[in-house]
C-alpha cells in the first residue's frame, strides 16, 4: 500500500512543541504536510477568515516533512491546505497536539478541534490530539504509541461520514496512562469571570478568566475517563439538530392564528 | 409577571440593520440590554478571546432599551453582559437579525449563532435568527411577528437544557412567507475556492470564496424548508457526542497489546 498522506494542522502555531512532536510522530506513518497558521489560534473556535485576506508560505523546518505557514485560522489552514497545497485528498487530517485539554465542553471553543471539524466537513477522517498541559514545555513523548495507533486505527477502519475524534491525554508518563477510553463530552462549563485592569488613560479593560466546573462525575463522561488516568476518545457530530426535541418543538411553534 | 429582561447580542457589529430591527420587535416584549460587538464579527465562530483584552462602553441609540459596544467576539460579548453587564441573569438570549443565512453547516461556523450557543451553555433560553439576505438595506421587518411570536414562544416554554434555536427567515414578504417548520441541519457543505491575487511587492494573496453545496433534498431539512418559503427552526445542542457511534469506535480502539 501507498504510504497515507497526513495532512497535520493546529492552533498553537506552526512552530509550537505540540505540533513539532506530532509531525515526528506521523512521519513514521506517512507522508506529512503541514499547513498550520503563522501565529497562536487559540480559542479561535470554527473562525474563519471571510473580510480580510490569506496567504502561505513554505517554510523549511527539521524532519522529511514539507511546512507551510498560513496567515489564517486553523480553519483557514484545512481549507487552504485542500484547495490550494496538498498534491491530493491526504488520507487523515491530525491536529494538536494542543498545549492543554480540549475535553468536554472545550470542542466548541477549540481551535484544534475546529481544525479536525473542518477535515470531517470535507469528508475526511480527521482526529484532534490535546494533552492536559499548558506548559510549553510539556513531554508530549509519553503518548506517542498510544497517538500512533489512534491514527492507525483509523486509517484502517473508516469512520461514518459526519464523526471526527476528540482525543485527550492525561499529564502522565508512558507508564501511568492506563490505556484509552471511548467517551461521551462530559457536562461541563467555564464559569466566566472577567479580571479588571485600568489602563494608563485611566480606562478600564479586561481579561477573560475563569475555572472549569466539571458537573458530569459518569462513568462514561471524559473529564471523569481523564481523572482515572485513561486518554479519552469522544466521537464528535457536527451534525448539532437535537433530533429528541423536534417533536415537542413542533408541538410548541403551532402557532394559534388568533393569538 | 415582570416584564422579561432580553439580552441581545449579534456578529454584524452594534450598528448593523439586522441588530437595530430585532432591538425594536424585542422592545415591545420585553426589557432590552444589548451588548454587541463594536465591529464586525461575521464567520468568528466560538472565537473568545484569550491573548488579548477587552472593553465595552454604554452608548446612545434610538429606543428604550440600553446599549454596550464591546471590542470582542459575539461569544465573549455574552460572557461579558452576564459577568458584567447585566442587572441580573436574562429570561432570553437573542443573536441576530443576521445578514445571510446561518442554515445548515453555516451553523459551525456563525458568530450569530454562537452567541446563542454561548447563552445555551450559561443555561439560557437562546435563540439566532438569520435572514437569507446579505444586503445592508435588507427588509428585516417581513418576519417581524413571526420573530416576536417565536420568542414569546420560548420564553412561555422552557427549552430542555442544552438546546438553543437556530432561526432562519426566507428573503420574502409576509404574505409570501408560509410559517415556520421545524427542521434538521440539511447535510450541506462549501466547496471551497481561494481567488488569488498579486499584492503591490509581488506576493500572492488570497481571497476564501466558494459555493455553497446541499447535497440533502430531504423534505425535514432547513434547506428544503427556506426554498420552499417557510421560516426554518433547527432546535441546536453543543453536546457533540456521536452516541451511536460509541459502540463501534470500542470495538475499533480495542489495543491488541501484541500489535
Given at each position: 500500500?501507498?504510504?497515507?498522506?497526513?495532512l497535520?494542522?493546529?492552533?498553537?502555531?506552526?512552530?509550537?512543541?505540540?505540533?513539532?512532536?506530532?509531525?515526528?510522530?506521523?512521519?513514521?506513518?506517512?507522508?506529512?504536510?503541514?499547513?498550520?497558521?503563522?501565529?497562536?489560534?487559540?480559542?479561535?473556535?470554527?473562525?474563519?477568515?471571510?473580510?480580510?485576506t490569506?496567504?502561505y508560505?513554505?517554510?523549511?523546518?527539521?524532519?522529511?516533512?514539507?511546512?507551510?505557514?498560513?496567515?489564517?485560522?486553523?480553519?483557514?489552514?484545512?481549507?487552504?491546505?485542500?484547495?490550494?497545497?496538498?498534491?491530493?485528498?491526504?488520507?487523515?487530517?491530525?491536529?494538536?497536539?494542543?498545549?492543554?485539554?480540549?475535553?468536554?465542553i472545550?470542542?466548541?471553543y477549540?481551535?484544534?478541534?475546529?481544525?479536525a471539524?473542518?477535515?470531517?466537513?470535507?469528508?475526511?477522517p480527521?482526529?484532534?490530539?490535546?494533552?492536559?498541559?499548558?506548559?510549553?514545555?510539556?513531554?508530549?513523548?509519553?503518548?506517542?504509541?498510544?497517538?500512533?495507533?489512534?491514527?492507525?486505527k483509523?486509517?484502517?477502519?473508516?469512520?461514518?461520514?459526519?464523526?471526527?475524534?476528540?482525543?485527550?491525554?492525561?499529564?502522565?508518563?508512558?507508564?501511568?496512562?492506563?490505556?484509552?477510553?471511548i467517551?461521551?463530552?462530559?457536562?461541563?462549563?467555564?464559569?466566566?469571570?472577567?479580571?479588571?485592569?485600568?489602563?494608563?488613560?485611566?480606562?478600564?479593560?479586561?481579561?477573560?478568566?475563569?475555572y472549569?466546573?466539571?458537573?458530569?462525575e459518569?462513568?462514561d463522561?471524559?473529564?471523569?475517563?481523564?481523572?482515572?488516568?485513561?486518554?479519552?476518545?469522544?466521537?464528535?457530530?457536527?451534525?448539532?439538530?437535537?433530533?429528541?426535541?423536534?417533536?415537542?418543538?413542533?408541538?410548541?411553534?403551532?402557532?394559534?392564528?388568533?393569538?
Amino acid at each position: 500500500m501507498e504510504k497515507p498522506l497526513i495532512l497535520v494542522t493546529n492552533d498553537d502555531g506552526i512552530t509550537a512543541p505540540g505540533i513539532r512532536n506530532l509531525v515526528e510522530f506521523m512521519n513514521e506513518i506517512g507522508e506529512v504536510i503541514v499547513v498550520a497558521p503563522n501565529s497562536p489560534q487559540s480559542g479561535k473556535g470554527h473562525a474563519i477568515t471571510i473580510n480580510s485576506t490569506l496567504s502561505y508560505e513554505e517554510v523549511h523546518l527539521d524532519g522529511p516533512q514539507r511546512d507551510f505557514s498560513c496567515s489564517g485560522t486553523p480553519v483557514d489552514c484545512v481549507k487552504m491546505a485542500l484547495d490550494k497545497i496538498l498534491p491530493r485528498r491526504p488520507d487523515i487530517v491530525v491536529s494538536g497536539i494542543n498545549h492543554g485539554a480540549n475535553s468536554s465542553i472545550n470542542v466548541i471553543y477549540s481551535g484544534t478541534m475546529s481544525a479536525a471539524v473542518e477535515g470531517g466537513v470535507e469528508g475526511l477522517p480527521s482526529i484532534g490530539f490535546s494533552l492536559l498541559d499548558f506548559s510549553w514545555e510539556a513531554d508530549f513523548t509519553q503518548a506517542k504509541e498510544y497517538i500512533q495507533r489512534i491514527v492507525k486505527k483509523v486509517i484502517e477502519n473508516p469512520m461514518p461520514k459526519g464523526v471526527v475524534l476528540n482525543v485527550n491525554i492525561p499529564k502522565l508518563t508512558k507508564e501511568e496512562i492506563k490505556g484509552v477510553k471511548i467517551c461521551k463530552q462530559a457536562n461541563a462549563k467555564w464559569e466566566e469571570s472577567f479580571d479588571e485592569r485600568i489602563n494608563p488613560h485611566g480606562k478600564k479593560y479586561y481579561w477573560l478568566t475563569g475555572y472549569f466546573n466539571n458537573m458530569d462525575e459518569s462513568e462514561d463522561a471524559d473529564e471523569t475517563a481523564l481523572a482515572n488516568g485513561y486518554i479519552s476518545i469522544v466521537p464528535v457530530k457536527f451534525d448539532l439538530t437535537a433530533y429528541e426535541y423536534m417533536n415537542e418543538l413542533n408541538e410548541i411553534m403551532k402557532f394559534d392564528k388568533t393569538s
